[in-house]
């Protein structure tokens, strides 16, 4: 029987929080407050499909997963095992690139005679930068499903490509699935699920599911879109033989993650009917964009188990939200489903940008000002990022709001990596903060816990926060001359 090691390269040491099955995969760095608690780490979904894949093809399988182990490079290789693979697949990410392809170099150098794959949505668009360099043996060109599976399976190699091949004129197509058919469970198992749950706790323990790929609104600022392109689904079957296999672990809450899972609403409403018929006993959070959801598919959605959703609001600017593909007018269907979001209390997270072209001052306010009205438990605010790939980025390069050689470690997700037509990136930076810090005191305001003593220390860190986070708004504040940005610093109205 032929072994797979399959290797998720340990975490760039700095405050961040680091999640790689954000952005379609590339992942993001959310940065952590000074002294803040950093959360268990995520649990890593593609790298239990891919053990699943391998494991079904009848593989014997290893995951090495040092991030939920704390271990740093040198204890990463360390910790490797004594025996050298027939082959290691090591995944690659966005923000850790640079590091990660230094650690699976370490890798071949360990185990000189095992088959090194890299694999990650990642290469698509930087593998002819670095190919030259690294000492793997091999990218994986398109989606696991596509290239990895059968070449697991033993029937196509198609879409493995030597780096040795791949010079700066190399041109050839990523692999997309077709169709979802046949695709084996993640095999969740082979990982170490209390190294992820809060104080390892596996009631508490949220796992990633998916029940499609892709997305076809097409924004221009995303990723999921020229990664995993347009929209398939798996079978009803797959879902709830997933979800009865997760309940089995002990999990009670699953999150999809799907860049979009209402697009089209038959699985999902197939799926609520049968969780409402045959209960498993799981709640389960979902991201959707929220304008196409009918009312009555929430209230089902909800009677099935949904107790969280995630929906992009983007920006309060119509113009902004024309720029990036999407439709003004979708804001009134969005705001009613979040009153009836709050009204089945069902926890929303919504999210926005800062940092669009025609951002400024003013309509950044606006932007928040917007969030407070919508009232969700959470807030997400994130920087405008020209991932690789994106039509934002080419026009952020022919505006020459950024260039080409910044490095792989400034895609974090939350930070300037350029202005807008009226903001310099510095400016970008300081609305960011004091957005996220205007947000997050709002919720906090209107959403606090139960009972004396959780009460006591909510709003004693609700002080902390705001006296901390204060030069930042203030900051914002002097910067906008006071006026347009009041509403990013009146922090609990
Ligand atoms: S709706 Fe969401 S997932 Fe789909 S393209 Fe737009 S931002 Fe991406």
Not at 287 to 302: G, K, M, Q
Request: hydrophobic share 45%; glycine share 6%.
């Amino acid at each position: 029987m032929s072994r797979i090691l399959i290797v998720n390269p340990p975490t760039p040491p700095g405050p961040w929080y680091f999640q790689k099955d954000r952005a379609a995969g590339l992942g993001t760095a959310a940065p952590l407050r000074p002294k803040a608690s950093r959360p268990a780490p995520l649990a890593p979904h593609d790298l239990a499909q891919i053990a699943g894949y391998a494991l079904d093809a009848g593989w014997q399988v290893e995951v090495f997963d040092p991030v939920a182990l704390h271990l740093d490079a040198a204890g990463s290789l360390a910790a490797l095992p004594a025996t050298a693979p027939d082959v290691v697949a090591v995944r690659l990410a966005l923000f850790s690139l640079e590091q990660d392809l230094v650690f699976a170099d370490a890798v071949k150098a360990r185990f000189p005679a095992s088959q090194v794959i890299l694999w990650g949505n990642v290469i698509h668009f930087t593998v002819k930068d670095w190919a030259g360099r690294s000492r793997a043996d091999s990218v994986c060109f398109g989606e696991p499903e596509a290239v990895l599976l059968p070449f697991l399976r033993g029937t196509d190699t198609k879409g493995l490509i030597p780096l040795t091949e791949i010079g700066p004129t190399w041109r050839t197509g990523w692999q997309n699935v077709k169709e979802l058919v046949d695709v084996p469970l993640p095999a969740w198992h082979l990982l170490p699920l209390a190294r992820y749950a809060p104080d390892g706790d596996l009631s508490q323990l949220v796992l990633h599911l998916q029940t499609s790929l892709g997305c076809s609104v097409a924004c221009s600022m995303c990723p999921y879109f020229v990664l995993q392109g347009r929209y398939r689904q798996h079978t009803l079957a797959r879902v709830l033989a997933e979800m009865r296999y997760l309940r089995s672990l002990g999990v009670m809450h699953v999150q999809f993650r799907d860049a979009n899972i209402t697009e089209r609403p038959e699985l999902p409403r197939a799926l609520a009917e049968a969780l409402i018929a045959e209960p498993l006993g799981l709640t389960f959070t979902m991201e959707t964009a929220l304008e196409n959801v009918p009312p009555d598919d929430l209230r089902l959605y909800h009677r099935a188990g949904l107790r969280g959703l995630i929906t992009g609001i983007e920006s309060a600017d119509p113009a902004t939200l024309a720029l990036i593909n999407q439709n003004p007018e979708w804001s009134a269907p969005i705001s009613a489903n979040l009153a009836l979001c709050a009204a089945l209390g069902i926890d929303v997270t919504t999210m926005y940008i800062v940092g669009f072209p025609h951002d400024s001052w003013a309509s950044i306010g606006e932007t928040i000002a917007l969030a407070k009205t919508h009232r969700s438990r959470f807030y997400s605010v994130s920087v405008m990022t020209p991932y690789h790939g994106t039509p934002y980025r080419s026009q952020a390069l022919a505006n020459g709001f950024v260039t080409t050689d910044a490095p792989y470690r400034a895609y974090t997700g939350f930070s300037a990596m350029g202005g807008t037509h009226s903001l310099t990136a510095d400016e970008v930076d300081a609305a960011y903060r004091a957005a996220r810090a205007t947000l997050e005191l709002h919720s906090r305001w209107h959403f606090p816990p139960a009972g004396l003593v959780p009460q006591v220390s909510h709003w004693l860190r609700f002080a902390w926060l705001a006296a901390t986070t204060a030069p930042a708004r203030l900051s914002a504040r002097w910067r906008a001359r006071l006026a347009p940005v009041n509403a990013l610093v009146s922090h609990a109205g």
